[in-house]
């Protein structure tokens, strides 16, 4: 694979940042992760509009315009020959030659790399048979919104949920669902209507549940945009979670109990057709 890092595309045998890097040392960098369908990027403005805002929270400089960061993106999609996939994208304080927490005052180059990552979007197996989750309690930071690669409650909610024979966690606050670790979180009621937790600093603002509210609504899908208990998706008719790369992927099972028969549900299933056409007309198919 060839990788993009400051400025240049080498070999990712050949990327090198520095241990004093503040992305390694303090987890000071975010992230992106963006869809790559049929050779073309899907949602970008959305993902570059929202790596905007998190480099704006946390004062972090991104060192090139939304414009040639596409530029960048397209030109990694093409070396790499990438079809299907996602481009991974992250951006850290950089270095300043050692370990001190406050931000560097003189003038440092942030750490700008990015890599392809080639898997199935649209033919995955999960969206057809879907997961299983388990709960467990949301540990992370209080900033959820701000995308950063401090990731280590998710890496253990991961690890758990793989421990207990599923496939991924919802994360629980207070009796109630944020989100999944590395999705949003949904559930249908047993009338059919879509309910996915409302924006807030607590949980990620997902590109894809954005979408996915504007498509529920244009295709006349009722939806609520509200917090929902354990014991509420325990009772729901159907689950899913979305993220760029999964898109949506059908909950058919939380912390051992079957929702809704134990299968994809109708709702979900429609709602992903959906989305599929949409990315496939966005992307040139
Ligand atoms: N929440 C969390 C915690 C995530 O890591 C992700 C994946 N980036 C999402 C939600 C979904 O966001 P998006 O649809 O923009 O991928």
């Known amino acids: 694979r060839t990788v993009y890092i400051n400025g240049d595309f080498v070999p990712e045998s050949e990327a090198k940042i520095s241990i004093f890097d503040r992305g390694f040392l303090f ?8 869809a790559v369908l049929n050779g073309r990027l899907l949602e970008n403005a959305g993902h570059i509009a929202r790596l905007e805002r998190s480099c704006r929270e946390l004062k972090l400089r991104l060192p090139v315009t939304a414009a040639a960061l596409e530029a960048i993106q397209n030109k990694l999609i093409a070396v790499n020959q990438l079809r299907e996939g996602a481009i991974y994208l992250q951006l850290s304080r950089g270095s300043t030659g050692d370990r001190e927490f406050d931000f560097p005052q003189a003038e440092v180059e942030p750490t700008l790399l990015l890599f392809t990552q080639a898997r199935p979007v649209i033919d995955n197996v ?8 388990v709960t467990v309690e949301d540990i992370r930071w209080h900033r959820r919104d701000i995308k950063t690669v401090g990731l280590l409650a998710p890496c253990l909610a991961k690890e758990y949920a793989h421990s207990q024979g599923a496939d991924d966690a919802f994360l629980v606050e ?51 945009e ?19 790369t999964s898109f949506i992927w059908p909950v058919v099972e939380i912390d051992g ?12 299933l429609a709602l992903r057709n959906i989305y599929v056409e ?8």
């Open 174 to 224: 207070d009796g109630f669902i944020t989100e999944g670790s590395s999705s949003n979180a949904w559930i249908v009621t047993e009338q059919g209507t879509l309910v996915t937790r409302q924006l807030s600093t607590d949980i990620l603002h997902g590109i894809t549940r954005r979408s996915l509210l504007a498509l529920a609504a244009r295709h006349g899908i009722p939806f609520e």
């Open 226 to 244: 509200r917090p929902f208990s354990v014991e509420e998706v325990y009772r729901a008719g159907e689950a899913f979670i979305s993220s760029a």
């Open 278 to 285: 949409m990315a496939l007309a966005a992307t040139g198919n």
């Open 126 to 133: 999960k969206a057809r048979t879907g997961i299983r989750v």
């Open 257 to 268: 109990k079957p929702i809704g028969g134990g299968k994809p549900g109708r709702v979900t």
């Open 27 to 34: 987890a000071d960098a975010v992230y992106e992760v963006m």
